[in-house]
């Protein structure tokens, strides 16, 4: 089946220093990936939508030189929370649709990263 | 915009009883519905979609939902959870349009018990 992985899976840093968070389809190449949020309790908030080779699309309210996304690859994306802070810690979610699939709503998801600012 | 309602946060259910999850969903445009899997320290899995066709959708593992479109819910349905089903649930839509995300509601946790 369509696997994706996110690297690291629990990330902990000071505040005010960046982090670099992975998304790879490990076997299958993603033409869009998305980049999600979860609070505690809360349902995923999509925060961007990134295109191979192209700028990212940001939800409103989501800061754009905060959050860097670079799609550089059809199977790697990464999400850069620059000068993070305490309100950045989070869960952190990306999905990846497939460059073909059968269905054009498919998505598959990575597991997850765990980021907490101290 | 489109926006989903999960109406209960929280579901304790007893092993082999019956459980309902339920969606209310709005949207002004024709939707696709999707119901996700979360459990402990796991990625979200997809368990059952609706596109088109019967309005009743079912899983591998048992569950069901239905399309109700004059309510507009999608209702998660299994007649006997088993302890392994403890998890939290996340109804989704999305527009029928390519390059579109998924939106969600806040989830439902189910917790089954002994």
């Known amino acids: 089946g369509a696997v994706v992985s996110q690297h690291p899976s629990r990330v902990i840093c000071k505040s005010g220093t960046s982090v670099k968070i992975e998304c790879r389809s490990l076997?299958?190449?993603?033409?869009?990936m998305f980049w999600y949020r979860q609070f505690p309790k809360q349902s995923l908030m999509l925060m961007a939508t990134s295109n191979e080779g192209s700028k990212a699309t940001y939800e409103q309210g989501v800061e754009k030189d905060k959050f860097l996304i670079n799609h550089a690859s059809l199977t790697l994306s990464t999400l850069t929370v620059t000068s993070a802070h305490p309100e950045d810690s989070s869960f952190y979610i990306c999905?990846?649709?497939?460059?073909?699939?059968?269905?054009?709503?498919?998505?598959?998801f990575g597991p997850g990263t765990r980021l907490t600012v101290l | 915009a489109q926006s989903v309602t999960q109406l209960d946060s929280q579901v304790p259910v007893f092993e082999e009883a019956p459980v309902e999850l339920r969606c209310n969903y709005s949207s002004s445009v024709s939707v696709y519905l999707f119901w996700y899997v979360q459990y402990p320290n796991q990625g979200l899995q997809l368990l059952l979609k609706y596109l088109s066709g019967s309005t009743l959708v079912e899983s591998i593992n048992g569950f069901e939902a239905e399309f109700n479109k004059s309510q507009t819910s999608f209702h998660l349905r299994k007649p006997s959870v088993h302890i392994s089903d403890t998890a939290e649930y996340f109804c989704?839509?999305?527009?029928?349009?390519?390059?579109?995300?998924?939106?969600f509601g806040k989830g439902t946790t189910l917790s089954v018990s002994s």
């Open positions: 999905s990846a649709r497939p460059l073909r699939a059968e269905f054009l709503d498919t998505q598959y």
């Open positions: 076997d299958f190449q993603a033409t869009t």
């Open positions: 989704a839509v999305s527009v029928h349009q390519a390059g579109t995300a998924l939106i």
